[in-house]
């Protein structure tokens, strides 16, 4: 039996932990339209998954500016090793914004 004994709320939170690149909402706008002039549509932005078929995720967590790209820890595969997982975040963050990126693990929680 599992038992919590830290504070608990009623309060709804929301939260994740990708691997892969954090920066401000300026920035990845900049990039983005830059580099996928077909992305100059703001809202277009949060479909970046779709329009560049990539399997990396994008979050918009808060309203501080912050943008982060990359894939879950969850969604790593049962044949995957934690270094070909990483690779491949790396290799698709490279294909979208066309340089290295400096990746790592993200977390964020965050109350509605």
Request: hydrophobic residues 30%; aromatic residues 12%; proline residues 2%.
């Amino acid at each position: 039996m599992k038992i919590r004994t830290g504070f608990v709320s009623n309060s709804s939170s929301s939260s994740f932990c990708i691997y892969g690149v954090s920066m401000d909402d300026y920035e990845f706008g900049e990039k983005i339209r830059t580099l996928h002039p077909s992305l100059a549509d703001e809202e277009c932005t949060y479909t970046l998954s779709e329009e560049l078929d990539t399997n990396l995720d994008v979050q918009f967590p808060s309203e501080y500016g912050e943008v982060y790209i990359g894939r879950s820890w969850a969604t790593i595969s049962d044949n995957e090793t934690g270094k070909q997982f990483k690779e491949s975040v790396e290799k698709e963050i490279e294909k979208i914004f066309g340089e290295k990126i400096k990746c790592g693990t993200h977390e964020e929680a965050w109350q509605g």
